[in-house]
T-cell receptor, first 115, second 112 residues
Framework: EADIYQTPRYLVIGTGKKITLECSQT?????MYWYQQDPGMELHLIHY?????STEKGDLSSESTVSRIRTEHFPLTLESARPSHTSQYLC????WGLGIRYGYTFGSGTRLTVV | SQQGEEDPQALSIQEGENATMNCSYK?????LQWYRQNSGRGLVHLIL?????REKHSGRLRVTLDTSKKSSSLLITASRAADTASYFC????????????FGEGTQLTVNP
């Protein structure tokens, strides 16, 4: 049973709006990640965090920003949404340790449409 | 370019048949993982195989890893309609700092 939650599940907004996608996990994982995925395509890492006050940009350049003030919370913000931001955003977490032992736990995703 | 590439892109089989998906990667890895994604949902971790392992089983799943060829395969035996999903391999490269890189996925359809 996944203990990582993303809200909202679906979001349709107008161009220029500021949005925040929420991601929370109850497993106490130090590592958290945001991936972007277009329908039927691969996942691209856009942000990650190894713990509180630690955030890094991923492999795919993104105009979004993230914060990690609490271990369990890793929100993603778009200051001014554009149609090119339309995509699915997936949040994940994993345990710290000697590499990854158990894999990532993913949330159900937020499907964002910017009109 | 993407670390993991999967083959085939799509696979359609009948219930009861076996399904085999392949994954190739480019750099040295700590481990390789397989995930499943139902349409429009998040991914679910299926199995992890370490670089010093050659084969691993979990229920109807069998994963092999050939580090000399930089490839892995996922076998689902006695498939069911409920196995219909996209399957992704993901690599934890030695230089990645434990960040996974995902392949393009294989869309599996199991027909009743």
């Amino acid at each position: 049973e996944a203990d990582i939650y993303q809200t909202p599940r679906y979001l349709v907004i107008g161009t220029g709006k500021k949005i925040t996608l929420e991601c929370s996990q109850t497993m106490g994982h130090d590592k958290m990640y945001w991936y972007q995925q277009d329908p039927g395509m691969e996942l691209h890492l856009i942000h990650y965090s190894y713990g509180v006050n630690s955030t890094e940009k991923g492999d795919l350049s993104s105009e979004s920003t993230v914060s990690r003030i609490r271990t369990e919370h890793f929100p993603l913000t778009l200051e001014s949404a554009r149609p090119s931001h339309t995509s699915q955003y997936l949040c994940a977490s994993s345990e710290w340790g000697l590499g990854i032992r158990y894999g990532y736990t993913f949330g159900s995703g937020t499907r964002l449409t910017v009109v | 370019s993407q670390q993991g590439e999967e083959d085939p892109q799509a696979l359609s089989i009948q219930e009861g048949e076996n399904a085999t998906m392949n994954c190739s990667y480019k750099t040295s890895i700590n481990n390789l993982q397989w995930y499943r994604q139902n349409s429009g949902r998040g991914l679910v971790h299926l199995i992890l195989i370490r670089s010093n392992e050659r084969e691993k089983h979990s229920g109807r799943l069998r994963v092999t890893l050939d580090t000399s060829k930089k490839s892995s395969s996922l076998l689902i035996t006695a498939s069911r309609a409920a196995d219909t999903a996209s399957y992704f391999c993901a690599t934890d490269a030695e230089t990645s700092g434990s960040r996974l890189t995902f392949g393009e996925g294989t869309q599996l359809t199991v027909n009743p």
